[in-house]
């Protein structure tokens, strides 16, 4: 059995058995990034054999405020799924899950194929046909959100479910960095901030995963809906909570733990 598969097996079971585990790296220290995204491309190959679909790609760990709640600094990507596609508003079954949080999100639909080297804000903003504000509900299968940046790799970055808002608005009409965003959990302010918080401009991170696929022969697809990265630190999901997430010229969007 290889490190690929044996990790994959793992995450797979953690996955539908909704039970964490400890950070694979604890049992193999030499699992490095790359590997991790061997894995990664091995659990997206077998979502794809079961049935499901890529429909685009996230970043994590873009924001200081996501950085500092995980101890972790490297910004890193996963992919999404058309199974994990949330409505907004409606109830999401948290026992499904192990221990849910949701982060506020701007969201970006690629209206033309993106692959490094040398993509730059410009070509993505240019690329983009809209942008959205969203909700990820991230669900790490690690005890405690306790992991290195190549465990987190390995677990496509928390992946859980995606929320979008309700208004597609054209890049060119905003300054993303300057779209700010409230977080409240039962209508009580919880965390503040704007687009700029994601490696300067969201754009910029999305520019960043174009590279980053770039690198490994593979690239931003058009059609592809792309989340950008926490904007602040994430908040619980728990039964009968509900999260809203209100943005500057882009509406806003909740989702409600059952
Ligand atoms: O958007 C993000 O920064 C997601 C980070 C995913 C890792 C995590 O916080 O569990
Ligand atoms: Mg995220």
Redesign the pocket.
Known sequence: VTLTTECADLLEATRRHSLAIAPLTEARPELTLADAYAVQDELTARREAAGDRVIGA??????VA??A??G?AD??Y?RLFASTLHAAGSPLAIGRLIHP?V?P?IVFAMGERLAGPGVTTADVLRATTAVCCGL?V???RFAD?S?TAAD?VA?N???AKVVLGPRMVPPAQLDLSLVGVLLEVDGELVATAAGAA?LGHPAEAVAALANWLGARGQAIEAGWLV?????TA?VPLVAGSHVTATFGHLGSVDVRGS
């Open positions: 996230k970043l994590g760990l873009t924001s996501k950085q709640q995980m972790v910004p890193v996963g949080r982060e999100e990820e991230i669900d790490s959100y992991f987190v677990d970055t928390s992946e994601t989340f950008s990265g926490g904007l994430a």
